[in-house]
Each structure stands twice: as structure tokens, then as C-alpha cells.
């Protein structure tokens, strides 16, 4: 947390206010308390239009400081399954009448291959967030599972990366900067991901096969810091990410072990 706020001391209004040491505790315990009783206090009557209250001081404070997308905004949207089906219907429904319960058809067998599909839906979404204890390393570095596993902003990653191209056949080597084709926003992440690095160096194949280097070998030389640390080594160099396939379901065998000090 004060490596983000660090980073976003010159917001209006805000930014003096995240330098403050007290407040990065405020923010850190706060959100732990959040998380843990927000749930409740949603579903208990007398502390729900305050706990709805809280939310949604607490999803803009996300929304503005740390940029997470739509995020914020779907968890508030959300919040209506906490209040009852008659609130919610005479705040955003008033002009609709539905019809009596006795009128309503029974169930059909489209609906039921609905709700079939979206159980199966829901137990991925559950397994998703778990693959990761199943793959070697430490997630937050080497990104095996990361994605959908609910580790949001439990990691701040920066890096550099660069790539050596070798011709077999000519003996010929030369390096390529990432950054004479990705945006700045797209080099603010890309030396620390993995599958970007990857295809980011088939795009380079790519390139090279077409003005004739048929058998291009393709390496990264790359640092990247986690959390504060020293940067360290992040790419294997000795492997040719060119002739190199992408796993799917299994851990990125390139990507060098984390060393804590």
C-alpha cells in the first residue's frame, strides 16, 4: 500500500492526504475490516442502509485511487440483493406490475438447462481461484494462476525487459526494445507478465520469418522487482521463446524461481 500511494502523491485533494502514515493504516486495517463484516452488516436490517452507505464510500475511494475498472461500480450494483425485493421494486421498478403468482407458469425445461448452466458456471468460478496451490512457486511472482484468483492488489511488480534475436543460419544477433512498439501503459506491465513477454517475442518470430529468417531464435533478458525487493533475473536467457509453446493448464517452466533475500 505504500508503494501505490507513494506513486499517487500528486492526485488533487487526495494526494497530500495518502503521505499520511497514519492514514496508509487507516486504509490497510480499514479494508480488512471491510471485508470481513461488510457481509453481515448488509444482511442484518438495522445496519444495512449504513453498511450500503460505507460501500459505497469505500468502492470510490477504490474507483479513484487505485483506477480498477469496473470493478467498484459492479460490486455497488450488486449491492441491491442485499435490500429487499419490495425496496428495490418501488426505487427502480414503480411503473411495473407483476402479475399474481397463481399466473405465473411453471417452470420450463429451458430454464432448467439455465439453471444447470449457470451452476456449472458457478463451481469454475469457485475451482478458478484455487489452481494456483497446484502449480510450483510463488504465485505473485511467476503469475501461475494468478488471473481470477482473487489476489487483487496483494502485488506491485516493476521491471525492464529487453530481446535478443539470433540467426542460425548467419550468426547474426541484434536486440530489440519493447518499447519502440508497446504504449506506456502497455510497458507498464508487460516486462512482468509472463504470457505478454511470450507473445510479445512470437509477435518477433513473426516479424523476422517474414523478412526472410526462417529459423529466428528469440530470448528475454529481463529484472523485475516484487513488492519493493531487489530486482532479480525474471526470464530464463538460455531458452528460445520463439520454438517455445504456451501451457495452458501448467506452470510457465521459463520464468526463473523467485530468491527473498
Same mark, same amino acid.
Given at each position: 500500500?505504500?508503494?501505490?500511494?507513494?506513486?499517487?502523491?500528486?492526485?488533487?485533494? $487526495?494526494?497530500?492526504?495518502?503521505?499520511?502514515?497514519?492514514?496508509?493504516?487507516? %486504509?490497510?486495517?480499514?479494508?480488512?475490516?471491510?471485508?470481513?463484516? $461488510?457481509?453481515?452488516?448488509?444482511?442484518?436490517?438495522?445496519?444495512?442502509?449504513?453498511?450500503?452507505?460505507?460501500? $459505497?464510500?469505500?468502492?470510490?475511494?477504490?474507483?479513484?485511487?487505485?483506477?480498477?475498472?469496473?470493478?467498484? /461500480?459492479?460490486?455497488?450494483?450488486?449491492?441491491?440483493?442485499?435490500?429487499?425485493?419490495?425496496?428495490?421494486?418501488? $426505487?427502480?421498478?414503480?411503473?411495473?406490475?407483476?402479475?399474481?403468482?397463481?399466473?405465473?407458469?411453471? %417452470?420450463?425445461?429451458?430454464?432448467?438447462?439455465?439453471?444447470?448452466?449457470?451452476?456449472? /458456471?458457478?463451481?469454475?468460478?469457485?475451482?478458478?481461484?484455487?489452481?494456483? #496451490?497446484?502449480?510450483?512457486? /510463488?504465485?505473485?511472482?511467476?503469475?501461475?494462476?494468478?488471473?481470477?484468483?482473487?489476489?487483487?492488489?496483494?502485488?506491485?511488480?516493476?521491471?525492464?525487459?529487453?530481446?535478443?534475436?539470433?540467426?542460425?543460419?548467419?550468426?547474426?544477433?541484434?536486440?530489440?526494445?519493447?518499447?519502440?512498439?508497446?504504449?506506456?501503459?502497455?510497458?507498464?506491465?508487460?516486462?512482468?507478465?509472463?504470457?505478454?513477454?511470450?507473445?510479445?517475442?512470437?509477435?518477433?518470430?513473426?516479424?523476422?520469418?517474414?523478412?526472410?529468417?526462417?529459423? %529466428?531464435?528469440?530470448?528475454?533478458?529481463?529484472?523485475?522487482?516484487?513488492?519493493?525487493?531487489?530486482?532479480?533475473?525474471?526470464?530464463?536467457?538460455?531458452?528460445?521463446?520463439?520454438?517455445?509453446?504456451?501451457?495452458?493448464?501448467?506452470?510457465?517452466? #521459463?520464468?526463473?524461481?523467485?530468491?527473498?533475500?
Amino acid at each position: 500500500m505504500r508503494i501505490w500511494f507513494g506513486a499517487r502523491a500528486d492526485l488533487p485533494l $487526495i494526494g497530500p492526504l495518502v503521505q499520511q502514515e497514519w492514514f496508509l493504516w487507516v %486504509v490497510v486495517y480499514g479494508g480488512v475490516l471491510f471485508d470481513l463484516f $461488510i457481509v453481515p452488516l448488509l444482511l442484518w436490517r438495522r445496519t444495512r442502509l449504513a453498511a450500503f452507505l460505507v460501500s $459505497i464510500a469505500f468502492h470510490l475511494f477504490n474507483s479513484i485511487l487505485f483506477q480498477v475498472g469496473v470493478f467498484p /461500480y459492479l460490486a455497488l450494483g450488486f449491492s441491491v440483493f442485499f435490500f429487499p425485493p419490495e425496496t428495490v421494486r418501488r $426505487i427502480f421498478f414503480r411503473r411495473r406490475t407483476d402479475a399474481p403468482a397463481s399466473a405465473r407458469p411453471a %417452470v420450463s425445461r429451458g430454464e432448467r438447462i439455465a439453471v444447470a448452466a449457470l451452476a456449472l /458456471y458457478f463451481v469454475v468460478q469457485v475451482a478458478l481461484p484455487l489452481r494456483h #496451490w497446484f502449480y510450483p512457486g /510463488y504465485v505473485h511472482w511467476n503469475e501461475d494462476g494468478h488471473r481470477m484468483s482473487w489476489h487483487m492488489m496483494s502485488r506491485s511488480k516493476t521491471g525492464s525487459i529487453y530481446f535478443r534475436l539470433h540467426d542460425p543460419e548467419s550468426g547474426r544477433t541484434w536486440s530489440v526494445g519493447a518499447h519502440e512498439r508497446l504504449s506506456r501503459k502497455q510497458m507498464g506491465r508487460f516486462a512482468t507478465r509472463p504470457d505478454m513477454i511470450w507473445q510479445f517475442a512470437q509477435r518477433l518470430a513473426r516479424e523476422s520469418r517474414a523478412a526472410g529468417i526462417d529459423r %529466428v531464435e528469440v530470448r528475454a533478458i529481463g529484472v523485475v522487482s516484487l513488492n519493493g525487493r531487489t530486482p532479480q533475473p525474471y526470464v530464463d536467457p538460455d531458452v528460445d521463446l520463439a520454438s517455445t509453446k504456451w501451457s495452458y493448464f501448467g506452470p510457465t517452466e #521459463w520464468i526463473l524461481p523467485l530468491r527473498d533475500p
